[in-house]
Nanobody, 115 residues
């Protein structure tokens, strides 16, 4: 079992920045594929960033160039730096871990972009 705890959400104005953190349990964090997903009211959950164990990253076009995912294996933590935030980025953001074919989710953290 892998436990994931997100932090760093909040209210930010359009054009602002936030950094989300996700602390993971387990002794083999460096082997996990980690990702960030988001779900807005009335919409399906969607991927916004993925980072492999080797550090390769992938983003959808909606956030590419604005969001950056990174990981610190010494701290068992993955980050999502979000810049140039837009109102349409408002959602609950979830941390995800893929571990030997099993998927784990955090509890989510709310991000609201509004003036």
């Amino acid at each position: 079992q892998v436990q994931l705890v997100e932090s760093g959400g909040g209210l930010v104005q359009p054009g602002g920045s936030l950094r989300l953190s996700c602390a993971a349990s387990g002794s083999r964090f460096s082997t996990y594929v980690m990702g960030w997903y988001r779900q807005a009211p009335g919409k399906q959950r969607e991927s916004v960033a993925v980072i492999t164990s080797g550090g390769n990253t992938n983003y959808p076009s909606s956030v590419k160039g604005r969001f950056t995912i990174s990981r610190d294996n010494a701290k068992n933590t993955v980050y999502l730096q979000m810049d140039s935030l837009k109102p349409e980025d408002t959602a609950v953001y979830y941390c995800n871990a893929l571990v030997v074919g099993r998927t784990f989710w955090g509890q989510g953290t709310q991000v609201t972009v509004s003036s």
